[in-house]
């Protein structure tokens, strides 16, 4: 499985940008998929999260209400939009697939993912 991520750039603070990323996975529609982002000098962080069941996407605190994780199974890919973008959100952001379909411990978890597109940067200017 293939992950290729987008749409990343440059844009003022409180400004929106929207990454997507596809995946070659033929089984898509099962996959629980997910952003996180790295910024320097700090840890991978969970963003948000999307299953294929009928669970309600997750976010983390920090994007609520400002970052929307949607899902297209029929063209296999997942998208972030992002809204009221803050200097803090500057960030690559990485889109990463579920194959094994793990319980909810591992939803929030860079280890509850088997695949990882190559990243998209996200700059926020303020």
């Known amino acids: 499985v293939q992950l290729q991520a987008s749409g990343g750039g440059l844009v003022e603070a409180g400004g929106s940008l929207r990454v997507s990323c596809a995946s070659s996975g033929r089984t898509f529609k099962k996959y629980g998929m997910a952003w996180f982002r790295q910024a320097p000098g700090k840890e991978r962080e969970f963003v948000a999260g999307?299953?294929?069941?009928?669970?309600?996407?997750f976010y983390a605190e920090f994007v609520r209400g400002r970052f929307t994780i949607s899902r297209d199974n029929a063209d296999s890919t997942v998208a972030l939009q992002m809204n009221s973008l803050k200097p803090e959100d500057t960030a690559v952001y990485y889109c990463?697939?579920?194959?094994?379909?793990?319980?909810?411990?591992?939803?929030?978890?860079?280890?509850?993912?088997?695949?990882w597109g190559q990243g998209t940067q996200v700059t926020v200017s303020s």
């Open positions: 999307i299953r294929w069941s009928r669970i309600a996407p």
């Open positions: 990463a697939a579920d194959a094994r379909g793990r319980g909810v411990a591992y939803y929030t978890r860079g280890s509850g993912y088997d695949y």
